[in-house]
């Protein structure tokens, strides 16, 4: 069993910032990478950034510059640091990782429950 709990959401006024966090605990052998997707109403849900257990990066066109990912591989954790924010940023937010499990070493991808993030004045 694998949970991912998701922090940080909210409220804010255009051009403010804020922080997401995802904890990943359960019976996880190793995490190779975790990532945040969004998902605005009536839209796919679409990456926003993701990062490797080595930290390598991946970001959105529409985020780079603005966003920060990062990662805690002995806690299992990612954050995403969101400054700048926009209207058009307005989303549920969902921590992923796609990771190994014990005991049977069986790789799959996990989702969190998502946290809703509003970027209104």
């Known amino acids: 069993q694998v949970q991912l709990v998701e922090s940080g959401g909210g409220l804010v006024q255009p051009g403010g910032s804020l922080r997401l966090s995802c904890a990943a605990s359960g019976s996880i052998f190793s995490i190779l990478a975790m990532g945040w997707y969004r998902q605005a109403p009536g839209k796919e849900r679409e990456l926003v950034a993701a990062?490797?257990?080595?930290?390598?990066?991946n970001y959105s066109d529409s985020v780079k510059g603005r966003f920060t990912i990062s990662r805690d591989n002995a806690k299992n954790t990612v954050y995403l640091q969101m400054n700048s924010l926009k209207p058009e940023d307005t989303a549920v937010y969902y921590c992923?990782?796609?990771?190994?499990?014990?005991?049977?070493?069986?790789?799959?991808?996990?989702w969190g429950q998502g946290t809703q993030v509003t970027v209104s004045s």
């Open positions: 992923n990782a796609d990771l190994w499990v014990r005991p049977t070493f069986a790789y799959g991808a996990y």
């Open positions: 990062i490797t257990n080595g930290g390598s990066t």
